[in-house]
Each structure stands twice: as C-alpha cells, then as structure tokens.
C-alpha cells in the first residue's frame, strides 16, 4: 500500500512539473506590442511579434483565441512606473467615507 501511494505521488508530480513548465509568461511579449490599457490582444506561439494579429476589444479576443495562442490583456501590464502611490478610492469608498467628515 505504502508503495502504491508513493508510485502515485511521483506520478502526479511529474504532472505537475510538466504542466508548470508548459506554462509561458507574459513577460516573453515585447513591451511594444503589449495591448493599450482596456484592450486585448491574441498572442500566437512561435509567430514573431510582427506577425501577431492586431490589438482588438477584450470579448472579441477571448472569443477568438485559437488552440496555439493566448489573450494578453493591456490592464495586467505594469512597466514599474507605478510604484503604488496614493490612489483613488473606488466610488462606494469615497461616498462612505464623505459621509463619515463632519
């Protein structure tokens, strides 16, 4: 029995190992031809960046993805200017909280 479990957690470990180094970044797109802010665009494996089809709307994208390409949205994408400044709060925060100021 000990020997059963042992064969089956090295199986699935080697699963895991393969599916993990199957999975590519998004850091391997060139910062020019990420997608602007609220768009998307469909990456294909093994086509240079010239080649890629243009940026388009996020749905259309999705929707159109063939097997050997994945959708590269523009909101993911930080090129470490935001350094986590002060930002705004959502719209229920604010009214929430001006509520609270006397």
Known sequence: MKLRIAFLTLVCSAGLVGTAHAQKSEDDVPKE???????????????????????????????????????????????????GGKRELPIIRKFIDSSKKP
């Open 33 to 83: 031809y990420r997608p602007p802010k609220g768009m998307c665009r469909v990456w294909l494996d093994k086509v240079p960046p010239k080649q890629q089809p243009a940026p388009t709307d996020c749905p259309t994208a999705v929707k159109n993805r063939p097997s050997n390409g994945r959708v590269i949205f523009g909101d993911d994408y930080k090129d470490g200017a935001d350094k």
